[in-house]
């Protein structure tokens, strides 16, 4: 066994919590140390039923049954849509959860399934629906959210059926996860272990910088932040004051950066880098800033008034943070995504319908001209392995070098564990460094399938063979830099593509990591 895996082996077992042991049998049932609820509210608990029904009973007035099987628990004998598996949970209200369950069936081509809790308070009974998700025939598919509990006796989760009236189906990996920060300060941190690489980073969202202990928990491990929407043109602009400025004046453009205060407030206060991200993208960003008057009806602004817009924009963002912030916004995405996957040509936009095929070069032109010196300005982008689109990337780079204003390319890193290969990564990172351009792996994050021991096993081994790469290429790399912290909180959260868990716990992937720059 690898020495991450027996780390995290015995981490699991030394918190109790964990419901992953060698062998596949997965079932725990933990409890808080709380004194007054002790042995009541529930931490943890995950049953994949290969030790039987685990307390699991049919919520039925009829003939509905429960079978234990080789896939999960099956329920059989159904009369109507609310008989279903279900089981009593001691929940704390007020205290917020993570549920989640893998549904399967094979009666029909899809049919809807949801988590719904029953519970009671002086003997009424009511219901709400939890999580929704519809199952393709023979296709396991998992259901998910977080829930917290309002005040009452007692608690029934159960797993029905939406429509689809009757059907036998089944379930297995039922999860409740009580979403408490269970952060071990005595981890290795991967900033420092990686400091004489290059810089790790992560993308956080405002509601994570709000969260001081969060943060101060995400500075522990990560050298440099990005806020994960908060610089993009939907929070930068300030569409209302902007139709008042474009009466005198069809260029000017009002910014305003409210959502991104918190998480910049943070950095500065705690001396950490940001990273910005983005200046121009043509999703996330309102429709009306390229038409008349900033109006929905009114026609699209001429090349030179969008040129004289996108010049006001970012020399508005950057005299803004030169003034309130100097210094800690080391670089930029100045374009994001202008490629498109299956022609590997310029995706078509509002930016190439109203500035035309030269936008990105105009764009990277403003952004040197009002980015601080020393600033590193990147082109970011996804799917760089892929063909056609790697071609693309490559041409519209040449043309952004030969231009000079452009640093580095964002190699954003969404993947999923078999897929690209790693000699495609390889190629496409040589092919970007062999035109003397840097390199940021700028949204790297890796998916699977379920959030069980061989799919962690295998996310770790793919997350150790990408940090050996990018350790072959520490030179060229300027960050590489996660699309978020933890499971819960990622755009891919019913993936769990992250290397943190939804309660800060270090899952097989962080250990892998860690131990490869040891
Ligand atoms: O993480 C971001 C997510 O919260 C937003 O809903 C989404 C909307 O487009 O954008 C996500 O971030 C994207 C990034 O800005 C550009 N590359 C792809 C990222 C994931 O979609």
Known sequence: MKKWAALFLVLCLTAGACALAEGGAK?????SSSEKKEAESLTSYLSDFSGGTDGWYPRSAGSASLQVTQDGLTIVGRESTWNSPGRDFPLEAGKKYTLSVDVLQDAVDQAKFMISVAHSKNGTESYENLANGTAKKGEWTTLSCTW???VFDNYVLYVETSGNGTIDFTIRNFSVELNELRYDASLPSLKEVYAKYFPVGAAVTQGEALDQKRMDIYAAQFAIFTPGNELKPDSVLDIAASRKLAQDDPTAVAVHFDAAKPMLDYCKEKGLAVHGHVLVWHSQTPDVFFREGYNATGKFVSREVMLGRLDNYVRLIMAYMQE???????????????????TGNLRQSNWTKVVGDDFVERAFEIARKYAPEGTKLYYNDYNTPMAPKTDGICALLERLVAEGNIDGYGFQSHFAVGNPGLSKIRQAMERIEAMGLRLRVSELDITIKANDEPNLRSQAIRYENLFSLYLEHAASLDAVQLWGVSDDLSWLAPQYPLLFDARMQPKPAFWSVVELAK
């Open 27 to 31: 079932r725990s049932f933990s409890f």
């Open 148 to 150: 917290t509990p309002g």
């Open 324 to 342: 309130n912030y100097p210094g800690l916004i080391v670089s930029w995405d100045v374009v994001n995504e202008a490629i498109d996957d299956s």
